[in-house]
């Protein structure tokens, strides 16, 4: 209901989707009881097929000029779409990006996420430099507006998590001119063990999937952003050989981490001498390549308990 009356009390809106994808709660009917009060609600009930499925669902039957993506734990700023869509059609922009609210379902805290430093028109390729860098902007699918002509044969990937990253930086590269709205107007409720929360597992690995498929599709497309590819796709290793070094490889993540770690020894020479990435990275990455991440991390926490 958070979620639902925070897109009711948006202006402009003339047609909402809820996809009811396959829930095994209340979701499904309390989408029936919305849709029976308000006329602009239409409501997709379908066997579940991940977030990308739900998207696409979404996506298959949407008439509107633009679209955008809310998803169901998240809510609105009271004037996000009016903002969103007046730097649209101020702009001549295809796409346009604002920022996010980090909210933690834990403690309650909510404060300042990413976000653009200011109001700007920026061409496509510019922002998929951003997205690769996380330079005030990421490739999140949900705090930005789109013209829903930018979807055209494109769909999110389905079956895996992190499904916006080797699609958001293409309708970034497709728009070819993009607004930037320096201001929080999403609200990204990270709930404890949702999906990019959970304890590290097989789809922990997906990230670095895709990000693979982005530097082959940049190679090719437009090889003067593939530093910044690399970057992520160096990043998309890592991050998931930490966890896997801080908790143990077992099981089913032992294939998935020795392919990262083979590939991210590929990277040895880019991540080295690459401006893009810090320091205290290039050292982390040098520990996971060598497999000592995992010993000095756990040697600094003892250190740092001996301290106190």
């Known amino acids: 209901p958070r979620c639902l009356d925070s897109v009711l009390r948006q202006e402009h809106i003339l047609e909402i989707i809820l996809v009811d994808d396959g829930s095994t709660d209340d979701s499904g009917s309390l989408c029936d009881r919305y849709a029976a009060k308000d006329s602009r609600i239409t409501v997709i009930h379908k066997q579940n097929g991940g ?25 609105l700023e009271e004037d996000c779409y009016r903002l969103l869509l007046s730097a649209a059609k101020a702009h001549n922009a295809p796409l346009v990006c604002a920022g996010r609210f980090d909210l933690d379902g834990g403690t309650g805290e909510r404060k300042p996420g990413l976000c653009p430093e200011k ?72 709930r404890p063990g949702s999906i990019t929360t959970a304890a590290v597992s097989e789809k922990s690995f997906h990230f670095s999937r895709h990000a693979e498929i982005v530097c082959r599709d940049i190679a090719r497309t437009c090889p003067e952003l593939l530093p910044q590819a690399r970057s992520l796709f160096v990043w998309s290793l890592a991050h998931p050989m930490m966890l896997c070094q801080q908790a143990g490889v077992t099981g089913a993540l032992k294939e998935p981490y020795r392919r990262c770690r083979r590939l991210l020894g590929r990277q040895v020479p880019f991540f080295l001498g690459s401006s893009l990435i810090s320091k205290k990275q290039k050292l982390q990455y040098l520990l996971l390549v060598l497999g000592l991440f995992g010993p000095v991390w756990r040697l600094h926490c003892l250190t740092d308990r001996n301290k106190q």
Not at 125 to 154: C, M, N, Q
Request: hydrophobic letters at 40%; aromatic letters at 14%.
């Open 51 to 75: 977030l990308s499925s739900a998207r696409n669902a979404g996506l298959d039957v949407a008439r509107g000029k633009y679209v955008a993506f809310v998803d169901s734990d998240d809510f």
């Open 119 to 190: 109001d700007e028109v920026i061409d496509g390729k510019e922002l998929a430099k951003r997205i690769f860098t996380w330079d005030h902007v990421d490739s999140a699918a949900w705090d930005k507006l789109y013209a829903r002509r930018l979807f055209e044969g494109i769909r999110y990937p389905e079956g895996m998590i992190c499904e916006d990253v080797p699609v958001t930086y293409r309708l970034a590269l497709r728009a070819g001119r993009a607004a930037m709205v320096p201001k929080p107007l999403y609200n990204y409720y990270h």
